[in-house]
């Protein structure tokens, strides 16, 4: 057999969850049996985004994508495909590829046909702790062409030429941050990448570092180059062991390379990283409070001015972006802004990463170019609603965005669109929610999680999500007065405007985009005490249909002896014995027992 | 709370604290020395599961900070354990993607099989149980871990019967 086959098993998070990393000493085993290894070789890579069909393994030449692999499919796959050299097709999810700058070797045209993978370019393609891998595939040339080709003000002019707008989420034009910071006199300089991601459902840029972590390192050289910084900070969750692992693999490789370090590529340029790890705190995400969090202490805001790119971290001037803006500059330098500017709406440049997850067909980790409707991303990327339910809204911005009815799908995916439908763009979560999804309780989810980490420090933020939590806690338990809308309404629009920091001044948005957008399911639980989703429990029943056999296995879970009936004949529920907790529910095997 | 008095009667391991006060001095070489407090404290969650207090009196020591902004700090971040865990750590996932299909059921039904809220520990010390926001396995949802395990598409019932599997391997 003359071809030789690469073997790609995907060791993002979500993978190894459901089961990756057996899968290698399985193939191993097989190619051993079949004498194949010198003729195949297994790579490890970063997150592909087909979460759900996970493990994934690749083959190549050809790039066939293997999807739910099992150990026991290996000496398939390797007896088949490598042998025979016939792709084994009950387990390769399609067969359409792309090719082009940006999708060299992506398959499954329906998943990835939308989609534009600029910052995730390398992620499912290379073997994130091989240093080569990225060399081979352009790394580093933006640094080296930026160090050597370009003056620092050349750089930043780039930056800004290009359009790029902060991926944290507000959107600032990162090309002005830098320039904030350049025009700083005072040194030492520090340069942090915001790696906190905070957002409950989100994991864009866990999957970005894991996948691809030199591309971070890359773009943090070139900020520190263009605003005259010679120390970088990752400041990353301890929650993200394995993206750990690798931005430290990366930056020791990379010192080794003469990438990082005295001098970088021969030139006057030194620069170098260190990694400083969060301890969970939402709040850490917003600027000042990750500098706090940096000099040792609490993770509490400070009023701006001054910004941090003026007085930041140890008091000095501090560039800080967020995971994803960093991976867009290797691309921008590389590239030219100029061509970066053609791609997005005229506001808003570049693409989006968003992790798509919720009540949709294909959940996992996209890239798509601004501009995208809402409607491309649920339907074409994502699949649609599984289970023939139907669609309710999309969340977008986590705890500080909001909930788009039907009637936004067709909005383009660009920071101020979103804003004018009353969500955000924010880090890039994005939450497809369904007819079963109650539009209060999640209101009160989102609360429950920005109340929860509000740092305390002022008091619309502390005292007043507070109260808003109360209320929409008794309007979900059957429990809501006539005014509360308007009571919540009020709260949330003082607090918009007078906390201290993003967190406190988006916590309402959940709240008030879903009164905006859903106000008759408010007004359905206040005043008819009624849940449409039947997900309040407090303002459901359960009742026995006639389609009840009389197995008698609900009377037997009731926890409270609600159940009455004899045998193989229809039960009853006593309604005023009845918890609610939904045992019976759960475990009737006849679909007998119904929510009302 | 009794584990809180547990915290408090426990004495430092003399080995632990030495390489602790080891990692200690290396920080101290830094320009800013005080801004590892945190990093300090994770190592010391590491060595010891938790934070007892007499190990952040020695850190206070051993880095010139008063007790009290330590606690300050402790307190601030979750990811710190303020009290010995159980054996086995459930962690909920309460992402959002993982509450849209049902993790506030599998919550209800971790509290009541275990008799516990969130943050405390069994009377048995079997499990602790604590919330994660968002564990990455959205595909899975609604997921809990058990210590590295990830366990998915659970139901109330997959719920029990997976904390019986525990049960029943302890006693033995």
Partial sequence: ?596 | MATTQANDAVAPDEQKLAQLKEFIAQTRQDEHPDSFLIAVLHRAQELYGYLPVPVMDEVAEAMGIPTAHIWGVATFYHYFNLTPPGQHVISICLGTACYVRGAGQILQTLKDELKIDVGQVTEDGLFSLQPARCLGACGLAPVVMIDDKIHGDLTPKKMVQILNQYRKQAKK
């Fill in chain 1, 1 to 596: 057999m003359a071809t030789t086959y690469g073997i790609i098993v995907c060791d993002g998070t979500p993978c190894i969850n459901s089961g990756a990393r057996t899968l290698t000493s399985a193939l191993q085993e097989q190619l051993d049996k079949h004498g194949l290894h010198d003729k195949a070789a297994i790579h490890l890579s970063g997150c592909l985004g087909m979460c759900d069909k996970g493990p994934i393994v690749v083959v190549n030449p050809g790039y066939t994508i293997y999807g739910h692999v099992t150990e026991a499919d290996i000496p398939e796959i390797i007896e088949e495909h490598l042998v025979h050299g016939r792709p084994v097709a009950r387990l390769a999810i399609q067969e359409d590829h792309l090719y082009n700058r940006f999708f060299r070797v992506f398959g499954d045209a329906k998943f990835f046909g939308k989609q534009m993978r600029i910052t995730l370019r390398n992620c499912g393609i290379i073997d994130p702790e091989n240093i080569d891998d990225y060399l081979s595939l352009r790394g580093y040339e933006a640094l080296a062409k930026a160090v050597t080709d370009l003056t620092p003000a050349q750089v930043v002019a780039e930056v800004e030429t290009s359009g790029l707008r902060g991926r944290g989420g507000a959107g600032f034009p990162t090309g002005l941050k830098w320039k904030f910071a350049a025009a700083q006199k005072a040194t030492p300089k520090h340069v942090i990448c915001n790696a906190d991601e905070g957002d409950p459902g989100a994991f864009m840029d866990r999957s970005a570092i894991e996948g691809d972590p030199h591309t971070v390192v890359e773009g943090m050289a070139i900020g520190g180059y263009a605003v005259g910084a010679s120390k970088g900070i990752v400041y990353i969750r301890a929650e993200y062991p394995l993206a750990i692992k690798r931005i430290t693999k990366a930056i020791k490789d990379a010192r080794a390379h003469g990438l990082l370090g005295d001098n970088i590529l021969g030139s006057d340029f030194s620069f170098d990283i260190e990694i400083r790890l969060g301890a969970g705190a939402f709040v850490c995400g917003e600027e000042t409070a990750l500098i706090h969090s940096i000099e040792g202490a609490r993770g509490m805001p400070r009023p701006r001015p001054p910004y941090p790119s003026v007085k930041g971290l140890f008091g000095q001037p501090t560039l800080i972006n967020n995971v994803e803006t960093w991976a867009n500059i290797p691309v921008i330098i590389l590239d030219g802004a100029n061509w970066f500017r053609t791609v997005g709406t005229e506001t808003s440049k570049g693409t989006k990463v968003f992790a798509l997850a919720g009540k949709v067909v294909n959940t996992g980790l996209i890239e798509v170019p601004m501009g995208t409707t809402l409607r491309e991303i649920v339907y074409d990327v994502g699949g649609g609603i599984p289970d023939g339910k139907k669609f309710k809204a999309v969340q977008t911005g986590g705890p500080s965005g909001g909930c788009l009815p039907e009637e936004y799908l067709d909005t383009p995916i660009d920071y101020d669109s979103l804003a004018r439908a009353g969500s955000i763009m924010g880090s890039g979560g994005m939450i497809v929610i369904d007819e079963d999804s109650c539009m209060v309780d999640i209101a009160k989810f989102f609360l429950e999680f920005t109340q929860n980490e509000s740092c305390g420090k002022c008091t619309p933020c502390r005292e007043g999500t507070k109260r808003m939590l109360e209320i929409l806690t008794r309007i979900t338990e059957g429990k809501g007065q006539a005014g509360d809308i308007e009571k919540l309404e009020r709260l949330g629009d003082t607090i918009r405007k007078a906390s201290l920091c993003g967190l406190g001044q988006s916590a309402p948005n959940p709240v008030l985009s879903t009164i905006k957008n859903f106000r008759a399911e408010y007004e359905e639980h206040i005043h008819e005490k009624r849940c449409r989703a039947r997900a309040c429990t407090n303002l459901v029943t359960y009742q026995i249909t006639e389609k009840c056999v009389g197995c008698g296995a609900c009377r037997r879970v009731c926890p409270v002896g609600a159940i009455t009936g004899a045998a193989k004949k229809p039960h009853v529920i006593d309604q005023d014995k009845c918890v609610k907790c939904g045992m019976c529910f759960n475990t009737c095997k006849f679909d007998a027992i119904v929510k009302v």
